[in-house]
């Protein structure tokens, strides 16, 4: 069983507000809180490779290269910037959607995937937070890092989804008022660039 250190520390983690949470928001809100359900189902996916690449050693590449950290950055930074963007362009851009085609499911799945995918950090954070927490008693040290992964990914998506909810809940009373419609897709956009900029001053 993990310790209450490892789930403390997890938990604070993840509750912690991220990109990932913030497109969640966004999802909730202009969606429903199904979609936003599908939204932190696909983020969540998307910490499988960065946990597999600290598990096999993989992410000590970003560490020790530079050119690699920084190629891993700039793609995420890029992300960012665009997410950024296209939130404070498009007009409404949190206006409930109507029709729901496959290709928007799509859209939110892949843009969910991104988020969490090009964010270099990630993987940098469970090759130093995951060894503190395996037993040295344990008969495989790969195993229990396996299950202490799929571990804070459940409860990362218990997280997000509670997050997910809690946009759908309010969505009526918000989209109720368009000023603060409009002011909370400002809100949105600026915090993704805030976001993008905070990712380029990251040092390996």
């Known amino acids: 069983m993990p310790n209450s250190e490892f789930l403390l520390t997890a938990l604070i983690v993840i509750v912690m507000p991220g990109a990932g949470v913030l497109y969640i928001l ?3 809100l202009s969606h429903g809180w199904r979609v936003s359900l599908l939204a932190s189902l696909a983020c969540t996916l998307g910490i499988v490779p960065h946990m ?15 050119i690699a950290f920084e190629i891993v950055k700039i ?12 939130t404070w362009q498009t007009p409404n851009s949190l206006m409930p959607q109507a029709q729901k085609s496959s290709a928007g499911w799509q859209a939110i799945t892949s843009r969910a995937l991104l988020i969490t995918i090009l964010n270099p950090k990630l993987s940098l954070f469970f090759l130093a937070f995951l060894p503190h927490f395996v037993s040295a008693q344990a008969g495989s040290p790969v195993q229990e890092m396996l299950w202490l992964s799929a571990l804070y990914m459940l409860m990362t998506l218990v997280v997000f989804a509670g997050y997910g909810l809690l946009a759908g809940t ?6 109720q008022s368009p000023r603060a419609l409009k002011a909370l897709q400002r809100s949105f956009a600026i915090t993704f660039l805030a976001l993008g900029a905070k990712l380029a001053l990251a040092e390996r």
């Open 170 to 175: 309010l969505r009526i009373l918000i989209l």
């Open 52 to 66: 597999l690449a600290s598990i096999l050693g993989l992410a000590a590449l970003l560490h020790t290269s530079a």
């Open 26 to 28: 966004a999802t909730g």
């Open 75 to 86: 793609a995420g930074i890029a992300y960012l910037l665009y997410l950024a963007w296209r």
